[in-house]
């Protein structure tokens, strides 16, 4: 397992436990909806994280937009106040995104010429 695997799949279920929390304890329907917006993309972050062991720029990419959109649908609601419950799924994902751009390439072997 690569390390983009472990951080990513920790943030997607630490973003899913914090917007079932948020959706719980919400007085209005907009915190609600901010809920299931973090909980989706939380979602995407474990399929980001599901896949990085194949394809490590794709997944580095589900994984930052998963983070990005977190952190987009906290303002829904009106208050900033969920951001502080959404910032350590959100650098978690960020962090297995960063991971998982650092990773090199890996190349091809090339066919080998017989003379």
Do not use: H
Request: charged share 10%; with cysteine; hydrophobic share 55%.
């Amino acid at each position: 397992m690569k390390r983009q695997f472990v951080i990513g799949a920790i943030g997607g279920f630490v973003g899913i436990v914090t917007a079932i929390c948020v959706i719980a304890t919400s007085g209005s329907a907009d915190i609600t909806l901010s809920g299931v917006q973090a909980a989706l993309f939380s979602s995407l972050g474990l399929m980001g994280a599901a896949i990085a062991n194949t394809e490590t720029r794709f997944a580095g990419w589900m994984l930052l937009s998963s983070a990005v959109w977190i952190t987009l649908s906290v303002p829904l609601a009106g208050t900033l106040f969920l951001l502080y419950w959404y910032t350590p799924a959100i650098l978690l994902l960020t962090a297995a995104a960063v991971l998982s751009f650092m990773e090199p390439d890996e190349e091809e072997p090339e066919a080998a010429e017989t003379s």
